[in-house]
Nanobody, 126 residues
Framework: QLQLVESGGGLVQPGGSLRLSCAVS????????IGWFRQAPGKEREGVSS????????NYADSVKGRFTISRDNAKNTVYLQMNSLKPEDTAVYYC???????????????????WGQGTQVTVSS
């Protein structure tokens, strides 16, 4: 059974940092694309970042480029999202998602991912 579990969310002041983790079980990262998404109240779920299974190439939303970094540890079957210089507008529930294959151009389309975690809350506030 494929399962994704996010952790690492919390309350942080503007300018602070958090590292989210997405621990996967029931499959290996080698064969899946992993995406991070977020959803703020009243807004649609949006793609934040993704990392491919084949070559580890990454994608980022323009709003997080230069501040967020996605990485994976295949040995631990875990994907990370390092978030620096956090802003109040980064406040949302963050989800990780997986699929066997996502075209690079479509990395941010939530409807294409088959497997989802339960989400972790990130709140950026002073």
């Amino acid at each position: 059974q494929l399962q994704l579990v996010e952790s690492g969310g919390g309350l942080v002041q503007p300018g602070g940092s958090l590292r989210l983790s997405c621990a996967v079980s029931g499959f290996t990262l080698d064969y899946y694309v992993i995406g991070w998404f977020r959803q703020a109240p009243g807004k649609e779920r949006e793609g934040v970042s993704s990392i491919s299974s084949s070559d580890g190439s990454t994608n980022y939303a323009d709003s997080v480029k230069g501040r967020f970094t996605i990485s994976r540890d295949n040995a631990k079957n875990t994907v990370y999202l390092q978030m620096n210089s956090l802003k109040p507008e980064d406040t949302a529930v963050y989800y990780c998602a997986a699929d066997r294959w996502i075209a690079k151009i479509n990395w941010g389309l939530a409807r294409l991912y088959d497997y989802w975690g339960q989400g972790t809350q990130v709140t950026v506030s002073s």
